[in-house]
């Protein structure tokens, strides 16, 4: 049985012209890059404890040779717009004779364009993480590791080892309350790669994870990184209520991705959790729809920003609204609430 084993994770590039590396947002915060691997770095948490981990993303330093050269193994993989570079650095590693393991979502959408990668791990790891260990101490070193779609249970997640990020690289660290979505938009990936069913992590587990990074010294803005983070209304509320009474919310500004199924109800419980900002981003609607909507957010005190932009994957238009909830709107929310 082969066991000690030392780990390169390396984050791919994100192809240069994305709107999302906001990269001027970064020159003025002095981030290098927006967002955090937070898929790379559940997959370490999956690993065994006395594999050794190293961690370069590759949006914000550099790779080297000698990285290379410690690493028994090397694990990569992201989405999309990373697919160029993650096939760049599996070349490398053929070259330098490395394993190299492939999981996330471009290779689960599209696993015949990654065949050069020794292993590659198909869907979400958590379950199928110990499959490919026991292939790899026995002495493999090919083989694809599939998850059945949507049935992983994110209640057995490992907590995120966030003490492999330099936290002050970014504009916001990801939590991920739950995975899944009831809808069915045409150009989304999410119900092929997770399902239609949210599911979501029990709160204990938000809350550790969000109280883990408050024990590294975090205090920046974190993002909840959801597919819909409002598929689930009932547990959502639920979280909010709980997280409501800790200090969390008075330390942390949290963001959130989330479809326009905010009920009037929902947005107070979203002020109430603290919830600072929240991206809504439309397809298939025309920019007077979007503008219309963003009338009625301002008639509630919403303060709002809308950008719009071409939608890459599709020919229809896709939106993107702001929503600002201001604190005297959380403050006025709040005593409602409790009212
Ligand atoms: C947050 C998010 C964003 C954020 C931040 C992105 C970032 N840099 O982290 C923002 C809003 C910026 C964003 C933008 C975009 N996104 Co996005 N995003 C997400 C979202 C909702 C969560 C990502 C996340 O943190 N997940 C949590 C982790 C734990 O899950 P995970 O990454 O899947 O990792 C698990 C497994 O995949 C696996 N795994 C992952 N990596 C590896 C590596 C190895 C070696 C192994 C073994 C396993 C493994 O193990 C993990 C545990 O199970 C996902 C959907 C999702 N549920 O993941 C979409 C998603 C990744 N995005 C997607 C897309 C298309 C985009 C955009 C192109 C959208 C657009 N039209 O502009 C842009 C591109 C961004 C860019 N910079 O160019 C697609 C990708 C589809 C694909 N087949 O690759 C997804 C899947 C959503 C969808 N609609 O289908 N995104
Ligand atoms: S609501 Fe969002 S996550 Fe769900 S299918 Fe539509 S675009 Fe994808």
Same mark, same amino acid.
């Given at each position: 049985m082969i066991d000690a084993c030392r780990v390169l994770m390396v984050f791919p590039l994100f192809n240069a012209s994305s709107f999302w590396n906001y990269q001027e947002t970064c020159d003025l915060t002095n981030a290098?890059?927006?967002?955090?691997p937070l898929g790379l770095i559940t997959v370490a948490a999956l690993l065994p404890e006395n594999w050794e981990i190293r961690l370069v993303n590759r949006n914000t330093e550099q790779l080297d040779d000698a990285d290379f050269d410690w690493a028994d193994i090397v694990m990569t993989g992201g989405m999309l717009p990373q697919r160029n570079d993650a096939l760049r650095i599996i070349e490398m590693c053929r070259t330098l004779g490395k394993p190299v393991v492939i999981g996330g979502p471009d290779v689960t959408s599209s696993p015949h364009l990654y065949s050069a990668a020794n292993f590659q791990v198909l869907g979400e790891a958590e379950e199928i993480m110990i499959d490919f260990i026991t292939a790899w101490r026995r002495g493999d070193r090919q083989g694809v590791f599939k998850a059945e779609m949507g049935k992983t249970d994110v209640t057995k997640s490992p907590l995120p080892r966030f003490d492999l990020l330099k936290l002050d690289q970014y504009l916001h660290v990801g939590v991920q309350f739950s995975r899944g979505c009831p809808f069915s938009c045409e150009f989304c990936d999410i119900i092929e790669l997770y399902g239609r069913v949210p599911r979501t992590k029990t709160n204990a587990q938000v809350i550790a994870e969000l109280n883990a990074l408050y024990a590294l010294g975090y205090r920046g803005h974190v993002d909840?990184? *959801? *597919?819909?983070?409002?598929?689930?209304k009932k547990a959502l509320k639920n979280f909010y209520q709980t997280s409501n009474s800790g200090r969390i919310q008075r330390i942390f500004h949290l963001n959130s991705q989330q479809r326009l199924q905010l009920t009037s109800r929902m947005i107070p419980i979203c002020c109430v959790a603290c919830l600072r900002q929240i991206s809504l981003p439309y397809s298939s609607v025309s920019k007077v729809q979007i503008q219309s909507l963003w009338c009625s957010c301002k008639k509630s005190r919403i303060q709002g920003g809308a950008y719009s932009r071409a939608s890459r994957q599709s020919t229809k238009q896709e939106f993107l609204l702001m929503l600002a909830l201001s604190s005297g709107l959380i403050a006025k929310k709040a005593a409602l609430l409790k009212a």
């Open positions: 290098r890059y927006p967002a955090a909840f990184v *959801d *597919d819909n983070l409002i598929g689930n």
